[in-house]
């Protein structure tokens, strides 16, 4: 299984990103995939999660503000993350995920960057 994130950048306060991340290779119908950050110094944290039927979970940081979606329609998953009314604080390298069965998959990255 592979993972491609993308989408990142550098926007103001305010401002609205859109995170992309392809899966693609042996993936079971049944699956949840994630969005997690990292922050330079902090730990890796769960931003939102959804599973293969469309069940989400956020962060009590990120509600009312993000929202994960995924498109199940082709043989590459794609799992979104659209982010409005960015804060500084939601700077952070931002992560995919996918659990498929017992194995856990992760992307590369990309890095969301917010001015103040």
């Known amino acids: 299984v592979q993972l491609q994130a993308s989408g990142g950048g550098l926007v103001q306060a305010g401002g609205s990103l859109r995170l992309s991340c392809a899966a693609s290779?042996?993936?079971?119908?049944?699956?949840?995939m994630y969005w997690y950050r990292q922050a330079p110094g902090k730990q890796r944290e769960l931003v939102a999660g959804?599973?293969?039927?469309?069940?989400?979970?956020?962060a009590d940081s990120v509600k009312g503000r993000f929202t994960i979606s995924r498109d199940n329609a082709k043989s590459t998953v794609y799992l979104y993350l659209q982010m409005n009314s960015l804060k500084p604080e939601d700077s952070a390298v931002y992560y995919c995920?996918?659990?498929?069965?017992?194995?856990?998959?992760w992307g590369q990255g990309t890095l969301v960057t917010v001015s103040s």
């Open positions: 290779g042996s993936i079971f119908s049944s699956n949840v």
């Open positions: 959804i599973s293969s039927g469309g069940t989400t979970n956020y």
């Open positions: 995920r996918v659990i498929t069965g017992t194995r856990s998959y």
